[in-house]
C-alpha cells in the first residue's frame, strides 16, 4: 500500500509541475494563446479551473503524504549494536568496568633529558 501511495505522490507532482508551466504569471495563462472569445471556456474559467487543480492536487499530495506516512513499513531496531554482539560472542571484558591496579606493583618513572642539537 506505501508503493502505492508513493507513486500517487509522484505523478501528483509531475502533474503540478505541468500545471504550474502552463499558469501566466500575469493570469493569462494557458488561454492567452487562443484569441477567439467564442471558446467553451473563456479566459477567466480557464485560470479558475488552473488554480483549482493547483490547490486540488496541492490537498491531494498532502494527504497522499501523510497516507504514505502511516502506511510506511516498520523497522525492526535492535538493541544491541554489531561491535557488541561481536565483543559477547569472542568473550571480551566489559569496556565499562574498569580495571584494578590495586595489586599492580609500583613503577618509578625517570625523566629523560633531550638529546642536544648539533645545529647551535
Known amino acids: 500500500m506505501y508503493i502505492v501511495f508513493v507513486i500517487l505522490v509522484v505523478l501528483a507532482s509531475i502533474l503540478m509541475c505541468l500545471i504550474v508551466l502552463i499558469q ?8 492567452s494563446g487562443f484569441a477567439s472569445s467564442n471558446q467553451i471556456m473563456g ?6 479551473f488552473l488554480e483549482k ?8 499530495m498532502v494527504v497522499a503524504s501523510v497516507c504514505a506516512s502511516l502506511c510506511m513499513p516498520k523497522v525492526v531496531v535492535v538493541n544491541e549494536s554489531l561491535l557488541q554482539q561481536n565483543a559477547v560472542e569472542t568473550n571480551v571484558v566489559n569496556p565499562a568496568v574498569a580495571p584494578d591496579f ?5 613503577v618509578e618513572l625517570t ?4 638529546p642536544a ?3 647551535e
Open 117 to 119: 642539537n648539533s645545529a
Open 24 to 31: 501566466n504569471s500575469k493570469g493569462g495563462g494557458l488561454a
Open 43 to 48: 479566459v477567466r474559467k480557464t485560470t479558475d
Open 102 to 106: 590495586s595489586n599492580e606493583p609500583a
Open 111 to 114: 625523566p629523560v633529558e633531550a
Open 53 to 60: 487543480a493547483t490547490w486540488s492536487l496541492a490537498g491531494f
